[in-house]
């Protein structure tokens, strides 16, 4: 299944979207690629979390992780 680029706009200014980097609809602006890379933990961010102890999941998604997986 292809994603439609044009259907989306860049998470972080708006304009159209041009590429998918850090799980984040991005445009060309090295500025947008670079808060995805921090929005994302980084680089290797989930890896620092693992061996933080921490889980890979960003704190912002575990709710609903839980929900997913039917604990509470």
Request: charged letters at 30%; hydrophobic letters at 35%.
């Amino acid at each position: 299944m292809a994603i439609n680029m044009e259907d989306y706009t860049c998470e972080f200014c708006g304009k159209p979207c041009k590429n998918i980097v850090y799980a984040a609809f991005v445009c060309d602006d090295p500025v947008c690629i670079d808060k995805a890379r921090e929005a994302r933990g980084g680089p290797g961010g989930h890896m620092a979390r693992k061996a933080a102890g921490k889980p890979i999941i960003p704190e912002d998604l575990e709710e609903t992780a839980r929900e997913m997986s039917g604990q509470q």
